[in-house]
């Protein structure tokens, strides 16, 4: 068994130099991490590397051979080959899901440059494992201090939810190969060179703007089958069948027939939170916009719901606490996230205005849970003192300024408007 050479002899060791590091953490739970941790092993990664897993990551040296001390539980291993001038090539990463006292082998591609999918031989794990005393000194303990905020991040994502997002080949990557769409997806593949063939001269004036005509003259591509995450569909209707014009334009206001319909196809309400989380992960550390995008019109959706506010109180609860650790925990003034979500003075922040209808909704709501009005309140003020947003005034505030010198004054119109 692979504890018994973790533990035996340099048990005491281990535990004094993680009690002597910067981690805050107790004697008690140095001894879980060593009898209980996982342990990633990398063979031939080149030096230099950018590696990392979970939130934090690192330039590989020449001892480095992998990551010891894994809490079990989910975590995202990701990966940048970096040239001879520092630059580094698009990220890419996996999913993984560690058991007690796991010992996980990867070996390094030199030809595709990334981590090879080939199972590693039981003989050549055996034989690391029972060398577990002179490979620990190659091994780089996890980093202790982000497991608070990477288990927040990730607290909704079940390993079947893994399992049905993540892309088939099992790699997320933050840049797609592109390859042309078949004829049945593209009418007109070979005509598809001048605007004048793809699209007759009528249908292409009509095209509102500029970067609408832009996209109409680039060529119609799609993702190598198996690389893409695989979310959970939006429905571009957002209203149903049959609907009333008068329905289309309450439906086009208040997206709680978008949300119903996401959430039918969810075996529970918090496996949407989960399918957030997912995406926002492969955002902000996988660097897919693809996520990105993703994550953003499912919290649109949400935000928007007026009418379910009621009937999903403790979904909106969820919601907002994990928008909370995603943008105000994570979303440092040097991540990438912070850098798309810190700007809202132009008012072409989509987040911000999503969260800015919510929390409206929430205030003008009837009978709306008091624990949910306190969340939202809580949220709220967190992202002005945290993130610098302005949400405007509150309803107390607003009456104020409706008291005073804007106040509606009441105009007494001459007699030959009454006819």
Known sequence: MILKYVIWVPCDYFIKRIMAS???ISQEVAKQMLMEGGILVILDMPVGTEFGIDVKSWNTGEKFKGVKMIPPGLHYIFYSPVNEYGDSAPRSGFFHSFSKSEFLVRRWDRKSESL????????????????????????GPYPLDVWKTW???????????????????????????????????????EESKTPSRRLSGRKYKRLST?????????PQMKPVAGTELRFTPIPE????????????TRHSLDSSYVLETILSSCERPS?????MQFAFVCFLVGHSLEAFEHWMELVGV?????SALLKHASFFTELMSTLEVQLVSSCGDDSVAGDLLADVVTGQNAIYSAL???FQNIREGDDVDARLQARALHLKEQLVSRMGWDFGPDEAEEDEVEAGEYAPVVVELPDQFDK
Do not use: W, Y
């Not at 080939?118 to 050549?124: F, G, L, R």
């Not at 909704?156 to 990557?173: A, C, F, N, Y």
């Not at 496996?271 to 399918?275: T, V």
């Open 22 to 24: 910067k981690m805050e």
């Open 116 to 139: 090879s999918s080939e199972v590693i031989k039981a003989e050549e794990v055996s034989r690391l494992k029972s060398n577990i005393l002179n490979l620990d000194k190659f091994l």
């Open 151 to 189: 288990k927040s991040l990730t607290n909704k994502i079940s390993e079947e939810l893994v399992k049905k997002l993540s892309p088939q080949s099992g790699e997320v990557r933050s840049a797609l190969e592109l390859v042309p769409c078949d004829k049945e997806n593209a009418k007109s593949s």
């Open 210 to 218: 500029l970067g609408d005509k832009e996209e109409a003259l680039l």
């Open 237 to 248: 209707q957002h209203f149903p069948e049959g609907a009333s014009p008068s329905e289309i």
């Open 271 to 275: 496996d949407l939170i989960g399918e």
């Open 302 to 306: 949400a935000c928007r719901a007026d």
């Open 356 to 358: 800015r209808a919510l």
